[in-house]
């Protein structure tokens, strides 16, 4: 079974422009999940979807926006971008949205904005 | 809030070492905690999840304990090997349990 793909791999983006990176969970998981990662931290919680409804929402501002489709695939939309978006975003999926479920990740995004 | 800490942050050991790796946290109402292993400009790869109800979980090499009474967890690693070389994260629920809190991480180095 595949696990949580990722795509793109690598993005080069510059200062104020818009990206959009895609998440496809775990066949049969429902809740997927967004993480930022900057170098040298751990992973920082930015949303999470369950049943295309958004569940909770981290300290991030409104420039990030999320999206879950029908298939449970994901969209993570980051505009008017700053240097200081530069990280690895991962995407995570479990079973269920509850955290007694065990949250698997995917390779991540690097972005990098110059 | 909740805040997870990883001590230490960084381990140099050599091959065939018993090693223990430790997470603390502040809050001790948690719905599990996970281990995750990372390696360079990767994703996270899961290595162990303790239920809240649990005390300890073992995979291979790996023993994890919890104990959320003094906010504490450990990672222990047997007879360590060069491919063990890699940052590993601890992360525990936040209180609505919709997300992960994590540490910074121990980046581990295992000499042959």
């Known amino acids: 079974d595949a696990g949580v793909t990722q795509s793109p791999t690598h993005l080069i983006k510059t200062r104020g422009q818009q990206v959009t990176l895609r998440c496809s969970p775990i066949?049969?998981?429902?809740?997927v999940s967004w993480y930022q990662q900057v170098l040298g931290q751990g992973p920082q919680f930015i949303f999470q979807y369950y049943e295309k409804e958004e569940r909770g929402r981290g300290n991030f501002p409104d420039r990030f926006s999320a999206r879950q489709f029908p298939n449970y695939s994901s969209e993570l939309n980051v505009n008017a971008l700053l240097l200081g978006d530069s990280a690895l975003y991962l995407c995570?999926?479990?079973?269920?949205?509850?955290?007694?479920?065990?949250?698997?990740f995917g390779p991540g995004t690097r972005l990098t904005v110059t | 809030k909740q805040e997870v800490t990883q001590i230490p942050a960084a381990l140099s050991v050599p091959e065939g070492e018993n090693l223990v790796l430790n997470c603390s946290f502040t809050?001790?109402?948690?719905?599990?905690l996970q281990w995750f292993r990372q390696d360079p400009g990767k994703g996270l790869t899961s290595l162990l999840l303790i239920q809240s109800s649990q005390r300890e979980q073992t995979s291979g090499r790996l023993n994890a304990s919890l104990d959320k009474s003094s906010g504490r967890s450990t990672l222990y690693i047997a007879a360590s090997q060069p491919g063990d070389s890699a940052t590993y994260l601890c992360a525990v629920s936040n209180q609505a349990g919709t997300a992960l809190i994590f540490g910074k991480g121990t980046t581990l180095s295992v000499s042959s």
């Open positions: 066949s049969g998981h429902k809740s």
């Open positions: 995570a999926s479990s079973a269920q949205p509850g955290l007694a479920n065990e949250q698997y």
């Open positions: 809050d001790s109402a948690i719905y599990n």
